[in-house]
């Protein structure tokens, strides 16, 4: 026996007659209203500075016009639910291509609203990674019922087979004296649209 299995074999003896440790309450993990979770989560969505837009269904179109502004150089994944007839669909961009446009738009597949944060899957409407980081402009749509209270509740309605881009805020970094630089890494502008009762 090496001198490892010496220590573990104790080890496993020390322990093997102690006691269960008690549960750990939970109680503090609060489980607001589908509303209060909304809310909480725009909250801190805008504290991460992003902004934050909020529409009914049959006002999608016109919100997203109003997030993107006069930029017309727009790409979209393949399956967005809304149809912008002046923006590219990826196909496959380079980095390169992808960092000509002004702008992005995409679905999500859940917002935390715990820590305000954008978690996507890259399913329909998501597209793929980059498409997502390059652009300066990301306008991400998130249906009210998207929204769940913290991450065990996001991670239990994500497949952890595919691929995800946890998004909190726009891109951002600090040097040493921590002086805040955003967009070194990813986009500046991060605007939030929460489509209420879908």
């Known amino acids: 026996m090496s001198a490892r299995d010496d220590i573990l074999a104790a080890v496993r003896a020390a322990v093997a007659t102690a006691p269960e440790p008690p549960a750990v309450p939970r109680a503090y993990r609060g489980h607001p209203s589908p509303e209060g979770l909304v809310d909480l989560f725009l909250e801190r969505v805008a504290d991460y500075r992003a902004t934050v837009m909020r529409?009914?269904?049959g006002d999608l179109l016109a919100t997203v016009e109003r997030a993107l502004g006069r930029r017309r150089s727009v790409i979209v994944p393949r399956g967005l639910p809304i149809e912008l007839p002046y923006a590219t669909t990826?196909?496959?961009?380079?980095?390169?291509?992808?960092d000509r446009f002004d702008a992005v738009v995409t679905t999500a597949a859940v917002g935390i609203a715990q820590t305000g944060t954008l978690v996507l899957d890259h399913g329909p409407g998501q597209g793929r990674r980059a498409l997502s980081l390059v652009p300066d402009r990301h306008?991400?749509?998130?249906?009210?019922?998207?929204?769940?209270?913290?991450?065990?509740?996001?991670?239990?309605?994500?497949?952890?087979g595919r691929p995800q881009t946890w998004i909190s805020g726009p891109s951002a970094t600090s040097d040493i004296e921590l002086s805040r630089v955003e967009g070194v890494h990813g986009p500046r502008t991060l605007i939030v649209v929460l489509v209420d009762g879908a």
């Open 55 to 57: 529409c009914a269904p």
């Open 90 to 98: 990826d196909s496959g961009h380079t980095a390169t291509e992808l």
């Open 139 to 160: 306008v991400c749509l998130v249906r009210a019922g998207q929204v769940v209270s913290g991450v065990p509740e996001a991670i239990a309605r994500l497949d952890p």
